[in-house]
């Protein structure tokens, strides 16, 4: 008895790992129209843009410095500013739940938090 394939609807070059997308990616470069291949390449095969930046290295792309600095800065600011949303969010919940609690408190449950994360105690 035969299984049944399970159909997806994910496309196949976004379901590669590294080593197949810099497979396709050999042919997919020749093909490619856009004036951007570094946001072709990510959009194309479903990666992120650090990712793509490393990927057409290895393959050879010539990208300018300043362009893969400046995009690396971006992405750490993105993270950054998503990591102060979160915690601004954690802030507010934590206030909702306890509405009489002071900043004085919350600012040494964030100084626990955290040096129980660095693992201080």
């Known amino acids: 008895m035969s299984r049944k394939k399970v159909k997806t609807s994910t496309p196949r070059h976004k379901r590669l790992n590294r080593s197949g997308r810099?497979?396709?990616?050999?042919?997919?470069?020749?093909?490619?129209?856009?004036?951007n291949v570094v946001q072709g390449y990510r959009k194309h095969f479903g990666i992120d843009l650090l990712c793509a930046i490393e990927e057409l290295q290895i393959l050879g792309v010539r990208l300018h410095a300043d362009?893969?600095?400046?995009?690396?800065?971006?992405?750490?600011?993105?993270r950054k500013a998503r990591e102060k949303r979160k915690q601004e969010l954690r802030k507010e919940e934590h206030l909702s739940i306890y509405p009489d609690i002071d900043e004085a408190i919350l600012f040494i449950d964030n100084c626990t938090r955290s040096n129980i994360h660095l693992g201080k105690n």
């Open 22 to 35: 810099l497979q396709a990616a050999k042919h997919w470069l020749h093909t490619y129209k856009g004036s």
């Open 67 to 78: 362009y893969v600095n400046q995009v690396k800065q971006s992405v750490e600011c993105q």
